[in-house]
């Protein structure tokens, strides 16, 4: 996907969940948590990358979310931490005009969705996001793309 170009979005009526408190520094505030499907959620971090858009994402994971890297070795552990993580990193790509190509695809077999990113000169890297029961985004994890077989998302070839 190129930067300024939207994308595809589904309309959706889901079930809301009760408000969670959530550590921050200040008093507590309450985000309402807003159930989300694992291919929803990789859109709105696409459009982070490919627009250096600042999505509100933190409504959709659970207080605890995990974060991974293949290539960090410890694992975050929360979605205040992982979203001042990510928008850290999209204004330091803005700052920097640093382009991500992006495109949605699913693991051949399982259908799981899966983000492709690819900065030029780099391997493609993919994100893998996994829903709770509730419906809200309990982990994600970037790994070589390589080590999947990737199809096309239907109708994007």
Not at 65 to 75: L, P
Request: aromatic share 8%.
């Amino acid at each position: 996907m190129q930067k300024g170009v939207s994308t595809m979005s589904q309309s959706h009526s889901l079930e809301q969940q009760k408000p969670e408190k959530t550590k921050q520094s200040g008093p507590a505030k309450a985000i309402r948590k807003i159930p989300i499907s694992e291919e929803e959620f990789l859109r709105k971090i696409e459009k982070m990358y490919s627009e250096y858009a600042i999505e509100e994402i933190r409504c959709h994971m659970k207080s605890d979310f995990r974060y991974n890297s293949f290539w960090v070795f410890e694992e975050m552990k929360s979605a205040a931490r992982y979203v001042d993580y990510i928008t850290q990193k999209i204004q330091t790509l803005e700052r920097e005009n640093i382009v991500i190509k992006t495109r949605m695809m699913h693991i051949r077999g399982t259908g799981q969705p899966c983000l492709v990113l690819r900065q030029p000169g780099t391997e493609p890297i993919c994100l893998i996001a996994e829903r709770s029961p509730k419906g809200l985004i309990a982990r994600m994890d970037m790994m070589p793309a390589g080590f999947y077989k990737l199809v096309p998302c239907p109708g994007e070839d």
